[in-house]
């Protein structure tokens, strides 16, 4: 059986280290919002290349956090794909706004720019780009598309840690967005081992705000000055996160390698590769294919394990319809419906990706 991906296999070679990690922690009785996490933050911000990084409960809150960080008037409209997880779209209810969703290119993964400036008004406050699959949505575009408009940029880069714009900046930092926010659920490609995830920025008035928000409206203890929840990140997570960082740009390049194999190996008229930006990370690497189930049948056939990202987009959740009644995103609707994800652990061996190729070539 070749897995999906083995975050066992994966850390190896530091599971000794994180466990005396752990074991630190729970000696020094520190386990809320001690020195580990504040020294993840700096590593975090030193990757990205930003002014400023807060640790926090998860991906989802990440993105509700910022939002609410902006101090929107209710209701407002916050632009978002209609291809991403669920979560970046209820992130926006969670902040009582609304969402609006935009469609993905007809050539690539990525939410569509020049629909996002036929979707503004003067409603609109805020847009949640997402860096999908690791592949770089182009914010300077949309920097310029937006002008002088007052319109926050939020991007959603939970699938895209260490990723770079085609010039070569790092998504998270150089204030090209307002805010960045990043996932670090286990299988992400900085993974904790539990939830956790992370808000960067250079801008001081958000970085107050999100760090009082993040601990019940309270920077220093009992000194409760906003909103707030208890949105941390656990002292154990950030010291295991403070050794998995070292490795990212490692297991990343080993990503990109496999993919380059899938590129040019696997050839089958049945299926379709999908376009990555230049600098992508291949969070995941998804192949297309017309009748799907079959295909799917045939991997489990052969044990090869292959994940769905997504089998439906945000307009075809009950919830969604329930709420916005029926629309339609044709582009955001055909990929979710051909869409497999191939395993792509940075951890496969040379044998596994051929196999996994050569099984595909048969297919
Ligand atoms: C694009 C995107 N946004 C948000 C999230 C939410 O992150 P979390 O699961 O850490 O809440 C994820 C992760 O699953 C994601 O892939």
């Known amino acids: ?86 979560s970046t779209f209820y992130a926006v209810i969670n902040a009582k706004l609304k969402p609006v969703l935009v469609d993905i290119n007809d050539d690539d993964p990525l939410i569509n720019l020049n629909q996002i400036e036929r979707k503004i008004n003067n409603n609109t406050k805020a847009i949640i780009p997402v860096h999908l699959y690791g592949s770089v949505v182009n914010l300077f575009k949309l920097n310029r598309i937006l002008r002088k408009k007052k319109i926050y940029i939020i991007d959603d880069c939970s699938q895209a840690h260490g990723a770079m714009y085609d010039n070569g900046k790092r998504v998270g930092g150089h204030g090209i967005s307002n805010i960045s926010t990043f996932s670090l659920y286990p299988g992400k490609n900085l993974g904790a081992y539990g939830d956790a995830g992370i808000i960067t920025t250079n801008n001081k008035k958000f970085y107050t705000q999100i760090k009082s928000i993040r601990n019940i409206g309270a920077i220093k203890k009992f000194d409760h000055k906003t909103i707030g929840f208890n949105n941390r990140m656990d002292t154990i997570q950030a010291a295991i996160l403070s050794h998995k960082i070292k490795y990212l740009k490692e297991n990343n390049s080993k990503r990109v390698l496999i993919s380059k194999k899938y590129f040019s190996k696997i050839i089958n008229k049945k299926i379709k590769f999908i376009n990555y930006s230049k600098n992508s990370v291949f969070h995941q690497f998804i192949i297309r294919v017309k009748d799907r189930n079959k295909f799917l049948t045939f991997l489990k056939k052969n044990k090869i394990e292959y994940g769905l990202h997504y089998p439906h987009t945000i307009n075809q959740m009950k919830f969604f319809k329930k709420k916005y009644g029926i629309k339609r995103y044709i582009n955001s609707e055909k990929l979710a419906k051909e869409c497999v994800s191939l395993p792509i652990d940075p951890m496969l061996t040379n044998k596994e990706v051929n196999q996994i190729i050569n099984t595909i070539n048969r297919y």
């Open 1 to 86: 059986m070749i897995r999906f991906y083995s975050i066992k296999k994966s850390d190896k070679k530091i599971e000794s280290k994180i466990f005396k990690s752990i074991k630190k922690v729970i000696k020094k009785n520190n386990f809320i919002l001690g020195n580990e996490v504040s020294n993840f933050e700096n590593s975090f911000s030193k990757l990205c290349n930003s002014k400023y990084s807060i640790g926090c409960s998860n991906g989802t809150d990440a993105i509700t956090i910022a939002l609410l960080s902006l101090n929107l008037p209710k209701n407002s409209e916050v632009i978002l794909p209609a291809m991403t997880y669920a």
